[in-house]
């Protein structure tokens, strides 16, 4: 290689690395480890006004919901769907006992959300939900969007217990 040559590589202006997947920048396709499963993420259905999103992960056959929220810190809830069914979004109970499991409202709230890959609602649009929570710690999320409920019973999971492997 000759000194011009050199000197010119010096100077020039190289790429800058790519950034980091985070949490927040995480899409389908990409690759991440809740509690020491590995999992792909297929959806995800962000709601902007809350900065919150619900991903869609797959492991093998079963799938789960990881809710994420940014907030002064970052709170992560690990859902999976349940069977169930409320007759109107009017008629939404502060207090549900499930399984001799009482729940408590601690959370309803409204938004936008946009969706991206496989959710458990495919438009985007307004979303209804309402966040409960047990004497035990246990959670219980509901979702309602065009007339159709989603029911979810999960946990809280550690910041540390998730992180993201690799993205797209």
Request: hydrophobic share 35%; no cysteine; glycine share 6%.
């Amino acid at each position: 290689m000759s000194l011009f040559k050199r000197i010119q590589n010096i100077f020039a202006k190289h790429e800058p690395p790519a950034p980091e997947k985070s949490i927040m920048t995480i899409a389908p396709g990409d690759v991440m480890e809740v509690s020491l499963v590995t999992y792909q993420v297929t959806g995800k259905a962000f709601n902007a006004g809350r900065n919150a999103m619900m991903l869609t992960l797959q492991d093998g056959r079963q799938i789960r919901y990881l809710y994420v929220e940014e907030r002064e810190r970052t709170v992560y809830h690990l859902y999976q769907m349940i069977d169930g069914r409320l007759d109107a979004v009017d008629e939404v109970p502060t207090t549900i006992e499930m399984e001799d499991v009482t729940y408590h409202l601690e959370e309803q709230y409204s938004g936008r959300i946009s969706t991206v890959g496989k959710t458990p609602f495919a438009n985007s649009g307004e979303q209804y939900i309402w966040q409960f929570q047990s004497d035990q710690r246990q959670l219980l999320r509901i979702e309602w969007q065009d007339g159709r409920f989603m029911l979810y019973e999960g946990e809280h999971v550690l910041p540390a217990d998730v992180q993201v492997l690799r993205g797209s």
